[in-house]
C-alpha cells in the first residue's frame, strides 16, 4: 500500500515538480534532513530550520529515502510548491494558546444528542457513497458525490426552517473536485470556529473502482449523522460549527490544505479541528485510538478523552479508547495543525491494526464487518466535542462553579478535596490515554505523589463512592 501511495503521490508532486526542476521543495523533520544531507549531500539542500522542523529543496532519490528508511508510515515530507511556502510553513507561530480552557458542563444537550445518533443511518450513507464506484478526485463521480452531499445536507437545513445554517460549495486550484462546507453560525460568537472534517474522494490504483467505504465514506457519514442530531435537537452553538467534506485528501491534502490556508489568511479564529478519516473497521481491542503525532494538540486530545471519561465510560454509550501514532501528516487535521490550529484525529484502531482494505477496491461496507455501529461511537464523541467546545464561554467555568472537587498541585503532589462526598478512586491519565496510575479507598481530602510522573499536561478522573466521575485536568512542571 505504500508503495502504491507513494507512485501515486509521486506522479502527482513530481509531475509538477520535474517540470521545472527536477527538484522540489518540502518539510521534513530536522534530523530527516540531517541524515539526508549526511549521506547524499547532493541530493538535498537544506534551505531552513526551526524547531524540529526544516525546509528543504530536495530530488526525488531523496524523497524515496525518507519514504523508505526514516520513516513508517507515508511519504515522510509535506511538498510545498515553492520556497517561501516551505520556509513560512516552518516559521509558523501557533495562533492559538487555550490550554487547558476546555470544560464540560453542557450534560443535557450532550445527552440528548448523543441518545439520537443512529447507526443505520451512518450504515446506509456509507452504502450510498461506495455505490458511486469511485470517487477519486479527477472523476465526474467525485464531483456528483460533493453534489449529492450538497443537495443531502441542504435537505436536513430546509426541513429544520434554520436560517442561520448553510452549505457552500468550495473549488480548488490543486484539483478539479471541489469540498463541501455546512456552516452553523455562531449565536454570540460567530468569529470563532469549531470545525469537523472527513474527505469525500477516495482511491486505488484504478481510478474507476475506488469503492473507498471505510476510507472515508464512514467518515462523511459520521459527520453527516452529527449534523443531522444538531439539527433534530435544534442545537444553537454560541460559536461558528462547521462540517467540512474534502477534496483531493488521497493525493496529499489538497482541498483541506487550501482551505485551512485560507483560513489562516484571514486569520480566523478556529478553536480547533476534529478530522474523522476511517470510522467504521474495529481492528482493535479498543474503539476509538486518539493519535498522538507531534504535529497534534495534546490540549484537544486531552479534551477528547476527558469527554469520553465523561460521557462514555459506563451505560448505554460507553466505549474504551487508546492511543496510537501515524508517524506522518496522513489526514486532513495535518492541514490544520500546519497551519498553526489545534487539531486531533480519533482513530479506528490502531495503527498496527487499520483497515486492511483502503485503497483497494475491497474497501467495502461488506468487508468491514459490522454495521456502522463503530463509526456511531465516533459520531457521539464528534458530537461532544461539538457541544462542549462551541458553547459560549472559553474560561474554565466548570473547574470555578463545580466546587465537587478541589484540586492543587504543589512538591509533585496532587492535592485534593471534595465537598460533600468520598473517594473511591483516581486515576491519572496522559494526553495519549495512557493510565499512569491509580489509587484506591480514599477520604474526602488527600495528596496523591506524582513523583514518578514526567512533567506534561495530565487528567485526574475521580470517581466517587456515589458513583459520580469528576475530571479535573493539571499541569505538573
Ligand atoms: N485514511 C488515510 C490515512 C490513514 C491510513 C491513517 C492508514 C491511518 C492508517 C488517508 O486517506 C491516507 O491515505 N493518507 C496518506 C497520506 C496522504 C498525505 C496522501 C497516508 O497515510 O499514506
Ligand atoms: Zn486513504
Known sequence: MKLKLLSIFSLVLFNQAFAQLGKFYATTDSENAKELKEKFPEEIEIVGAAGNQSAVFLTKKAAEFLHHNVITHGPGYVYKSSREQALSAINKVKKTNRVLSFTIDQDAVVTSAIAKVNADNIKNHIQ???????????????????????????????????????????NHSGTPMPSLVLTINGASSPNDYVIVGGHMDSITNNVNNAPGADDDASGIATISEMIRVLLDINYRPSKTVEFMAYAAEEIGLVGSSEIAQDYALNNKNVISFVQFDMTNYKGSTKDVYLTTDSYNSNDLNLFLIELMEHYNKTGTHAFTYGNTICNYGCSDHFSWADNGYDAAFPFEASFSQYNPNIHTVNDKLSNMGNSATHAAKFAKLGLEFIIE???????????????SVNIFVKDKFLNYQLEKETVESVVIVDTSGRQLLESKNLLSFGKIDLNKINNGFYLAVFKTKSGKIVTKKFILE
Open 389 to 403: 467546545a462551541a458553547k459560549g464561554s472559553v474560561l474554565n467555568v466548570s473547574d470555578i462553579t463545580n466546587q
Open 128 to 170: 450510498t457513497l461506495e455505490n458511486y464506484g469511485t470517487r477519486h478526485h479527477t472523476t465526474v463521480k467525485a464531483q456528483t458525490a460533493i453534489q449529492d452531499l450538497k443537495t443531502k445536507w441542504q435537505a436536513l437545513i430546509t426541513a429544520s426552517g434554520r436560517t442561520d445554517v448553510s452549505v457552500r460549495i468550495v
